[in-house]
């Protein structure tokens, strides 16, 4: 029987994916002090049983002041890294699906309230806010408070702190790790010649503005074992002329790439408020193509994508090697057993659920 191309298997440096479907990080902002929570079992534990190729953690990080709001979860002491490890520990007991986590630090975008409480900036002196750090003391929205200039020693710091959250990670048993280099976060700040007004060899060219990223870079790969990959998500795009565009995307990845990168999961967006961003089903995906078109490590592609016979085309055209799902997995956490279905192959489902086999798809389950 022909196997639909989501369904085939692919190997992410030595990690090897039953499919082609990858659960993209979501925050849920509901960890405690950093640590993760009972949620976080329900969550994550229900898209366990999704019969995706690869689970990831949101974004976690990787110091209390890198945290989107107080609620995110990190990964920066003993105590995070035993809270992770209760979660991941329950989860490995039913499941055996690959699980990544995101490593990030939010920079300027750091201290805001969760988005069901309005998401707005949160100022240092309240119980649930800090001062945020940047490459430049240039605030994401004009009214906010402006962040501080990281200097030398402030991002040697935070290199240091993506290494050990690394190193936490490896100890925990997780398979890979995407570095967060998207949607406006500290390390999109230094990428972007909008949030980058440095004049020290961090900033200005190209070169320079992925320096620190680099570093980044060379930092994880280096503490995290050389059998689990290391990957980096991007924004293509800031869709804002002058901004990073994808022809820096591109540049990027190919100097990733020579470091050891093994996929580059490509989204966009998030650095300025000004951008203009086309939404619609694939809307990301030419920024995916172009950068797959460029590298030999596996490319991952996201946004809108929530058709069976849409991620069947993304991966069958070659525009991606594999596709990321957010809120479709949320809507259906079953998405890819139904597309199994739809496409006539199948996918691997706990013991427990097995019973739940439809008669009109023999081959369903593995
Ligand atoms: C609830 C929620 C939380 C998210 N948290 C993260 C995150 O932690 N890190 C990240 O890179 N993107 C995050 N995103 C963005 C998604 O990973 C994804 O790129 C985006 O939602 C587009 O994909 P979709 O159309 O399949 O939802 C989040 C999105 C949602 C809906």
């Given amino acids: ?26 925050c849920q902002y509901s960890a ?11 969550h994550l534990g229900q898209l366990a049983a999704s019969g995706a190729a690869l689970l990831t953690i949101e974004a976690t990080a990787v110091v209390p002041e890198g945290r989107i709001s107080h609620a995110d979860v990190g990964l920066w002491d003993d105590a995070t890294e035993a809270a992770m490890g209760r979660t991941l520990q329950a989860i490995r007991q039913w499941s055996d699906m690959p699980i990544a986590i995101q ?9 805001t309230e969760v988005p069901w409480c309005g998401g707005a900036q949160i100022a ?65 700040q230094f990428l972007s010649p909008l949030s980058n007004q440095r004049d020290d060899e ?34 293509g795009t800031d869709w804002v002329d002058g901004g990073w565009d994808l022809e820096q995307t591109i540049a990027f990845s190919r100097a990733l790439e020579a470091r050891g990168c093994a996929a580059i999961h490509v989204s966009s967006g998030g650095l300025d408020p000004a951008q203009s961003i086309p939404v619609g089903p694939s809307y990301q995906v030419p920024l995916a193509r172009g950068v797959k078109q460029a590298v ?21 055209t070659g525009d991606a090697d594999l596709v990321a799902l957010a809120r479709g ?38």
Wanted: with cysteine; aromatic share 8%; proline share 9%.
């Fill in 1 to 26: 029987m022909h196997t639909p191309k989501l369904f085939e298997p692919l190997s992410v440096g030595s990690l090897e994916l039953a499919n082609r479907i990858v659960i993209a990080p979501m």
């Fill in 32 to 42: 405690v002090d950093g640590c993760m929570t009972d949620w976080h079992l329900m």
């Fill in 103 to 111: 490593l990030a630090h939010a920079g300027r975008k750091a201290s």
């Fill in 124 to 188: 240092p002196g309240d119980p649930n806010g800090w001062q945020t750090v940047a490459p430049s003391a240039k605030a994401y929205l004009p009214d906010e408070r402006p962040p501080e200039a990281m200097d030398r020693s402030a991002m040697i710091a935070v290199r240091d702190a993506f290494a050990e959250s690394a190193s936490r990670s490896a100890r925990l048993g997780i398979d890979a790790i995407q570095i967060h280099a998207a949607h406006g976060y500290l390390l999109h």
């Fill in 202 to 235: 961090y900033g200005g060219s190209l070169e320079n503005r992925m320096r620190f990223p680099l570093e980044i870079m060379d930092a994880v790969r280096d503490a995290f074992p050389a059998d689990r990959p290391v990957s980096v998500r991007v924004s």
């Fill in 296 to 316: 030999s490590i596996p490319v991952i592609a996201v946004g809108l994508i929530t058709d069976y016979e849409q991620a069947e085309a993304i991966v069958g």
């Fill in 329 to 366: 997995i949320l809507y259906d956490p079953r998405w890819p057993w139904h597309a199994a279905a739809h496409l006539g192959a199948s996918v691997s489902v706990p013991n427990q659920y097995l019973r739940s086999q439809p008669r009109t798809f023999p081959k369903l389950f593995k």
